[in-house]
């Protein structure tokens, strides 16, 4: 079996990203995530659009049970979906766990 080289992902730039944006910064630009994912209809984040959206942020092809258990993470008024606020709580939460 051949050693597989260590890709760094996006966890490991965000010490480095913080300290270089600062807390708003970094938390601006996580943030700015939620426009790639959203659904434009709708206005959310729904378990179709980050099915589809995922690639777009580096996370590759999401499963069904992927996609669901992140929308249950930060989906915090019940409705099956993420609104901005949400994301970036969610967001939040995430960055702060990884630093």
Do not use: W
Request: glycine content about 12%; hydrophobic content about 40%; overall charge negative.
């Amino acid at each position: 079996m051949a050693d597989q080289e260590y890709m760094p992902g996006f966890v490991d730039f965000l010490p480095s990203m913080a300290k270089r944006l600062g807390t708003n910064g970094l938390l601006e630009e996580l943030c700015k995530g939620f426009y790639h994912l959203v659904d434009a209809e709708r206005g959310l984040i729904t378990l179709e659009s980050l099915k589809k959206n995922a690639h777009r942020l580096g996370l590759g092809e999401l499963g069904e049970e992927q996609a669901v258990g992140m929308l249950r993470m930060g989906d915090l008024n019940g409705d099956g979906a993420l609104d901005h606020t949400e994301f970036c709580m969610l967001m939040l939460r995430l960055t702060s766990e990884a630093i």
